[in-house]
C-alpha cells in the first residue's frame, strides 16, 4: 500500500510538471475554410519546429533581479511558422523538421497532425531536447533578448535526411530553407532544387546565421532580410566589413524615412544582386518593404499550382491596381537595369510583433505558390503580417480573404519605384 501510494504520488508530481512545461492541449490548427485546396504539389519547407517560451514583464525590467509579467509556451521556430500560415492559407506545405521525444516534441506533432498535415518529413529523435527559444519582450512587443537552442536542427536535419525527400522538392513549386540547417544541408537542399528548375527562398533567421547565404547564393531566389540582416549578409562574401546600418530614430515623416533608409540600404542590396539572388525583400518593419531586382521573370509559371480559392477574391482585386505614374515594366531576363520598388506597411493595433516576418514570408510564399505575381504576393505578405501584428499568437488563427484583399491593395495603390537603372 506504502508502494502503490509513492508510486501514486510521483505520478501527480510528474503530471504537475507536464501541466507546467505544457499547460494545455495545443489549440486544433484550424485551416481557413474559405475553400478546398486543390494543389497538385507542395511547397516544401525546412528548417527548425520549436518550443517558444514568450516573457511579457508587466513593467520595466531590472537587471539582477525578476519582475512580474506573463510568461506562455508557443509553438514555434521560423520554418515551422512559415508552413503554418502557408496552412491557413490553403496551400498544403510539406515540412522537413527534426523533434524530440519529450513532451515539447510531442507537444508539436499533436498540433501539426489537428490540421492533417504530413510528418513523415519531420524525424522524432530520442536522447535529444526539443529545440527551444526563449525569448523576452518589453511592453509593447518588441524583442528584448533572447537565446536559441537549436542545435539539434543543424545535427539532425542531415543532408543525408534530406536526400530522402528528392522527390518532394524536385516536384515543389517552391523550397524554403531556413538559415538554421547546417551549411552543408543548405547546399544540399538548394542543388536537388537547382537541379529541377525549383525557385529557393532563404529566410536568414538571425544575425548570426543569416551569413550562411554567401556560399549559396548563386542558388538563392527569394530572402527576406531585415535591414541589419542584409548588411550581415552582404558582409559575410567580403570581410572585413564593408556595409553597415545605423538604427535611426523613429520618424512621423514615413517618405522621408524611407528615402533615408534606401541610401543607407541600397550599396548592400546591389551587391547581394551581383552575387546571384534574384529577388531580395527587405523587410523594413512599420515603413514596409523594398523589393529589390535585377531581372524580372515569371520564375513561377511552370510550376505553379492551380490557384486556391483563399486567392481568387485577391486576384480580382489586385489585378491593375499600380498606381498611373508606377513604373510596372521591371527589367527582364539578362537586363543590367536593377529596380527597387517600396511597398509601404498598412497601419495596425500592433499586440505581437513576434510572427511578423514570417506571416509575411508564408503570405508571399502562398501567392507566389498561387500564380500571383511578385509585387501581388509581397503586398499579400504585407497584409497578413498585419494581421500577425494585431494576433497574440505567433500565427492567426484564421485569416479574412476580403480583409487581406483589402489591405494588400492599399499596399500596392501606395508603391513607389525608388530606383531602376
Given at each position: 500500500m506504502a508502494g502503490a501510494t509513492t508510486t501514486s504520488s510521483a505520478l501527480r508530481r510528474m503530471e504537475s510538471v507536464c501541466r507546467h512545461l505544457l499547460p494545455s492541449s495545443p489549440p486544433v490548427l484550424h485551416q481557413n475554410l474559405l475553400g478546398a485546396?486543390?494543389?497538385?504539389?507542395?511547397?516544401v519547407?525546412?528548417?527548425g519546429m520549436v518550443l517558444d517560451i514568450h516573457a511579457k514583464p508587466s513593467m520595466?525590467?531590472?537587471p539582477g533581479t525578476t519582475v512580474p509579467g506573463m510568461v506562455k509556451y508557443v509553438s514555434g521556430g521560423v520554418a515551422r511558422n512559415i508552413a503554418e500560415c502557408i496552412c491557413k492559407l490553403e496551400t498544403q506545405p510539406f515540412m522537413i523538421s527534426v523533434v524530440g521525444n519529450d513532451m515539447a516534441g510531442d507537444f508539436l506533432l499533436k498540433y501539426w497532425r489537428s490540421a492533417g498535415l504530413c510528418t513523415d518529413g519531420i524525424?522524432?529523435?530520442?536522447?535529444?531536447?526539443?529545440?527551444?527559444?526563449?525569448?523576452?519582450f518589453d511592453g509593447s512587443g518588441e524583442l528584448i533578448a533572447g537565446v536559441a537552442s537549436v542545435g539539434a536542427v543543424e545535427k539532425f536535419l542531415s543532408p543525408t535526411w534530406i536526400y530522402q525527400f528528392r522527390l518532394h522538392i524536385s516536384t515543389a513549386p517552391l523550397l524554403m530553407l531556413d538559415a538554421n540547417l547546417s551549411p552543408d544541408s543548405l547546399e544540399a537542399a538548394c542543388k536537388i532544387a537547382h537541379e529541377s528548375g525549383v525557385p529557393v527562398f532563404f529566410e536568414p533567421v538571425s544575425l548570426a546565421k543569416g551569413s550562411r547565404i554567401a556560399p549559396i547564393a548563386k542558388y538563392i531566389t527569394y530572402t527576406s532580410p531585415n535591414e541589419i540582416e542584409l548588411v550581415a549578409m552582404a558582409n559575410s562574401f567580403s570581410p572585413p566589413e564593408k556595409y553597415n546600418f545605423v538604427k535611426m530614430e523613429q520618424s512621423k515623416n514615413k517618405a522621408k524615412a524611407v528615402e533615408h533608409l534606401f541610401e543607407m540600404l541600397s550599396p548592400a542590396m546591389f551587391f547581394l544582386l551581383e552575387n546571384g539572388?534574384?529577388?531580395?525583400?527587405?523587410?523594413l518593419g512599420s515603413n514596409g518593404v523594398f523589393v529589390c531586382c535585377k531581372e524580372c521573370t515569371s520564375l513561377m509559371d511552370q510550376q505553379k499550382?492551380?490557384?486556391?480559392?483563399?486567392?481568387?477574391?485577391?486576384?480580382?482585386?489586385?489585378?491593375?491596381c499600380f498606381p498611373s505614374n508606377m513604373l510596372v515594366d521591371l527589367p527582364r531576363e539578362g537586363s543590367s537595369r536593377t529596380c527597387v520598388i517600396h511597398l509601404p506597411a498598412v497601419s495596425a493595433s500592433v499586440?505581437?510583433?513576434?510572427?511578423?516576418?514570417?506571416?509575411?514570408?508564408g503570405g508571399v510564399i502562398s501567392a507566389l505558390c498561387g500564380g500571383l505575381g511578385m509585387m501581388q504576393s509581397v503586398a499579400v505578405g504585407i497584409a497578413i503580417a498585419k494581421s500577425s501584428v494585431e494576433s497574440e499568437a505567433n500565427i492567426p488563427d484564421k485569416f479574412s480573404a476580403a480583409t487581406i484583399a483589402d489591405d494588400a491593395r492599399r499596399t500596392l495603390l501606395s508603391a513607389k519605384m525608388m530606383w531602376c537603372k
Open positions: 485546396m486543390r494543389l497538385e504539389s507542395s511547397p519547407i525546412i528548417g520595466q525590467p531590472h524525424l522524432q529523435v530520442d536522447d535529444i531536447t526539443t529545440p527551444i527559444v526563449s525569448n523576452v539572388i534574384k529577388f531580395l525583400l527587405v523587410t499550382s492551380e490557384m486556391m480559392s483563399f486567392l481568387t477574391p485577391l486576384l480580382e482585386k489586385l489585378e491593375g499586440v505581437s510583433l513576434t510572427g511578423a516576418g514570417d506571416c509575411f514570408v
